[in-house]
Each structure stands twice: as C-alpha cells, then as structure tokens.
C-alpha cells in the first residue's frame, strides 16, 4: 500500500492510494484532476490504472473534480456519503468495508459528521500499514469548523478516530498545520511532549512544506487539544482563557470558539 499526497489549490490535499500488487490505484478528492493525473503518470500509474475516486465530503474544494474525472476515467465508481456528491455513483455509509477495489487494501468508511453532515473518513489498511483519510474532519493538531454539525458530532467523531490504532498515519485535506500549532501550543503546556514535537518539527522545516502523513493518531492524542476535551489539562486552559468546560460537549464548543476567534495563538 503507498500513499501520495498531491498538494492542490492552495493548501488542499489530493491523495493517490495505490496498491503494490497490481500497481491500481484510487484518486482521493481529487480537485484538480489534471494534477494529480500528472502525478499518477510520474509514478507509473496508467489511466487504465485508475479504478475509482473516494470523495470525503460534498464542499467544492474536495468534491470539485468529480466530474472531470468521470470525463477522463468514465466508468470507474465515485464513493461518497451523499447524494450532494458531484457524480456519484456509489453511495457508503459507516462501516460500510470497500475490500474489494484494491488489491491487498482493505478500506473501511466512518462517518464523522460535523464539519458537513455526509463526511466520510476512510481507514486504509494494508502490508502491516495503517492510514485515514481525514478530510476536513481532523487536520494536523486541529479539527474542521461545525458548518453543518454540532460539538457533540465532533466529539463522537474525535472518539472515533482516536479508536484507530495508535500507528494510524493521518492524511488530512489541508495544509492547516502552523496555525493549528500555534493554537495548540496556547492550550497544551509547552514542556508536554507531544507539542514540543510538533513545534519542534515545525521549527526545523521552517514552518512550510508536506505536514500530512508525518504524524499518527497516537500523535493526535497527544499535541490535538480537540481529541483532548476530557483531558483536565485542556479543561483548565478553556476556562482561562473565558470559556465554560461543565461537560465534554462544553469543552469541545469553546474550543472551537476560541479558535474560530483567532486570538488564541501562541508564538512557535
């Protein structure tokens, strides 16, 4: 099983999954089809290579080249929660296992709704390796905003996929990471190691290039505040800083606010 980022737009992820069996792969939201097609055909992935597309939610910025595709690849399947879905042509629901498009990868779909209410996250598993594709559900150290859901959604969506196991690369859908750090870095005490990591990794590569697929859920539970929201620690920092942590959900709604506020930020 390999796993390539294709950085699109301005800060979007596109992925390619590709099996090492047969060399097929899988486009992964894939915006601007004539770029992660270009990318395809540098890593020796044919056009007849491409089997399908997963598609993590219905907003533009992942969803948007769905019907290229379906021009470019007509007859490959388009997975995805809803019918908001450009071109789908199979729907998937949690828990639903799509073990048979790939060779030797198995791909399970959770549903997090929250961010939009047809967000699919997919678990791939494959040669002893482990990664979820995260849309804009969990980023790097961060958590999508509540467009269409509730903090209760996105807590039951954090617990979710901090069931994975702790090996679990995180692929995301943007490239979120510095600022998600510094938020971080303004609720998680500074000597913890999970966040020192992070802002270390940051500092060493200037605060710029690839950040996906470089941290696992195991990673998450440490330096990602949001998959943090029963943690004392985290609980203390929201009221400091004027927010109200009576239950779980609480936590997880102040969080958010804080963030979306943009004053909560620490320098790294």
């Known amino acids: 099983m390999k796993i390539h980022p294709v950085p699109v737009r301005d ?38 290579d491409v089997v399908g597309l997963l598609t993590t939610h219905h907003h533009h910025d992942h969803s948007g080249g769905n019907e290229a595709f379906t021009s470019q690849y007509p007859g490959r399947p388009v997975f995805g929660g809803s019918e908001q879905i450009p071109a789908l042509s199979q729907k998937v629901a949690d828990g639903d296992s799509l073990n048979d498009v790939l060779k030797g990868i198995s791909i399970k779909c959770l549903a997090t709704p929250c961010h939009t209410q047809d967000h699919i996250c997919y678990h791939v598993t494959g040669e002893g390796k482990s990664g979820v594709f995260t849309g804009d559900t969990l980023f790097v150290s961060g958590c999508g905003r509540f467009f269409e859901g509730t903090p209760e959604e996105m807590l039951r969506a954090m617990d979710k996929l901090s069931t994975l196991p702790e090996e679990t690369k995180v692929w995301c859908g943007h490239e979120y990471t510095k600022a998600n750090a510094e938020f971080s870095a ?83």
């Open 186 to 268: 303004a609720i998680l005490p500074s000597n913890e190691d999970g966040i020192k990591r992070l802002v270390q990794d940051l500092k060493a590569r200037k605060n710029g290039g690839v950040t996906t697929g470089q941290y696992t859920i195991a990673d998450e539970k440490k330096h990602n505040p949001f998959m943090r929201c029963r943690d004392e620690v985290v609980k203390k920092a929201v009221q400091e800083k004027g927010g109200k942590t009576d239950d779980d959900v609480e936590t997880m709604k102040w969080l958010r606010e804080l963030k979306n506020g943009g004053q909560v930020k620490a320098s790294i």
């Open 11 to 48: 800060d979007n992820y596109a992925y390619i999954l590709q099996s090492s069996v047969d060399n097929k792969a899988l486009f992964v939201d894939p915006y601007d089809v004539p770029t992660v097609k270009a990318a395809a055909s540098k890593l020796g992935i044919s056009d007849d």
